[in-house]
């Protein structure tokens, strides 16, 4: 009965190690933070990330070689009796197919985080409910970073995962903390980002995550020269969006992300005309236009 019991407590651990989707690392940077016991900072960063990686946000399956790696580093600018006022950076990558390759899929900034954390409060996710500023924030980007990388797997893959997003963000709205809400933003919170990303206006971004991934990097180890004409696809693709909304918040996010390995694809490998390329990339990203010089 021992042995049983054994083996049943090691199936439940091998099961709930397979069942979470993410495997994230949490930084938190208190620096600008004086006068104040440090132990509430590093207290909040064992939590916050043993929560992202510990809460299942899918009912898909994830094996552990399957868990999106992703890193959340928030930077502290403030703190009084536990409120908190910070920035956070996201960011997540995708491992490519028949390669020891990961490229980089998610790369975020947040500048309206804003939350109360009393130390060792219990973190409770519930996609249908506001429990906590900080809970909300931290489960948006999670099912944003996993839908993201859906669509960079199968085309619009993601967009149960963008919808709890959406949902999270409605039930936040009415918490009186900023970045959840479209009055005096700068159309760049996480409002406008889950708005655009589920608006048909924008759907070549998600369309291009996918174009880019699956049918260009992936095929990389195979066919260099048919991923990069494709990841040119995928650009173009991206573009579609310049002729309706220039300089839209997934535009920038998509070089965010991708220009230096953009740089880096086109920069060696078979030779292909660049012309068309540079192009479109100086018309639509026009700030990146000094590493998109070093395209040879």
């Given at each position: 009965?021992?042995?049983?019991?054994?083996l049943?407590?090691?199936?439940?651990?091998?099961?709930?190690?397979?069942?979470?989707?993410?495997?994230?690392?949490?930084?938190?940077?208190?620096?600008?933070?004086?006068?104040?016991?440090?132990?509430?900072?590093?207290?909040l960063?064992?939590?916050?990330?043993?929560?992202?990686?510990?809460t299942?946000?899918?009912?898909?399956?994830?094996?552990?070689?399957?868990?999106?790696?992703?890193?959340?580093?928030?930077?502290?600018?403030?703190?009084?009796?536990?409120?908190?006022?910070?920035?956070?950076?996201?960011?997540?990558?995708r491992?490519?197919?028949?390669?020891?390759?990961?490229?980089?899929?998610?790369?975020?900034?947040?500048?309206?985080?804003?939350?109360?954390?009393v130390?060792?409060?219990?973190?409770?996710?519930?996609?249908?409910?506001?429990t906590?500023?900080?809970?909300?924030?931290?489960?948006?980007?999670?099912?944003?970073?996993?839908?993201?990388?859906?669509?960079?797997?199968?085309?619009?893959?993601?967009?149960?995962?963008?919808?709890?997003?959406?949902?999270?963000?409605?039930?936040?709205?009415s918490s009186?903390y900023?970045?959840w809400?479209?009055?005096?933003?700068?159309?760049?919170?996480?409002?406008?980002?889950?708005?655009?990303?589920l608006?048909?206006?924008?759907?070549?971004?998600?369309?291009?995550?996918y174009?880019?991934h699956?049918?260009?990097?992936?095929?990389?180890?195979?066919?260099?020269?048919?991923?990069?004409e494709?990841?040119?696809?995928?650009?173009?693709?991206v573009?579609?969006?310049?002729?309706?909304?220039?300089n839209?918040?997934?535009?920038?996010?998509?070089?965010?992300?991708?220009?230096?390995?953009?740089?880096?694809?086109?920069?060696?490998?078979?030779?292909?005309?660049?012309?068309?390329?540079?192009e479109?990339?100086?018309?639509?990203?026009?700030?990146?236009?000094?590493?998109?010089?070093?395209?040879r």
């Amino acid at each position: 009965m021992k042995k049983l019991t054994l083996l049943f407590a090691f199936l439940l651990l091998v099961i709930a190690s397979n069942a979470q989707e993410l495997k994230c690392t949490v930084t938190i940077n208190y620096d600008r933070v004086t006068n104040v016991n440090t132990q509430i900072f590093k207290t909040l960063q064992t939590q916050a990330t043993e929560f992202l990686n510990n809460t299942r946000f899918t009912t898909t399956e994830y094996e552990q070689n399957e868990k999106i790696e992703c890193s959340f580093f928030l930077n502290i600018s403030a703190y009084d009796s536990n409120n908190f006022t910070a920035t956070m950076q996201v960011q997540s990558s995708r491992p490519i197919y028949n390669s020891g390759y990961s490229s980089p899929l998610v790369n975020l900034n947040d500048n309206e985080v804003s939350f109360r954390y009393v130390e060792y409060e219990n973190f409770i996710y519930d996609q249908n409910s506001y429990t906590s500023n900080l809970i909300s924030i931290l489960a948006f980007y999670a099912n944003v970073v996993i839908g993201l990388d859906k669509d960079s797997y199968q085309e619009m893959g993601g967009t149960d995962q963008l919808q709890i997003a959406s949902n999270i963000m409605n039930q936040a709205q009415s918490s009186g903390y900023a970045g959840w809400n479209q009055n005096g933003a700068k159309n760049n919170n996480r409002y406008f980002l889950i708005s655009d990303l589920l608006a048909n206006t924008y759907a070549p971004y998600r369309k291009g995550i996918y174009e880019y991934h699956l049918k260009g990097l992936d095929v990389m180890a195979d066919d260099q020269k048919k991923a990069k004409e494709q990841v040119l696809e995928s650009i173009k693709t991206v573009a579609q969006i310049n002729k309706v909304r220039p300089n839209a918040l997934l535009t920038r996010i998509f070089f965010d992300a991708k220009v230096d390995e953009i740089v880096s694809i086109f920069s060696g490998g078979p030779t292909m005309p660049n012309n068309e390329l540079l192009e479109i990339l100086n018309k639509i990203s026009p700030l990146n236009s000094s590493k998109w010089n070093n395209i040879r």
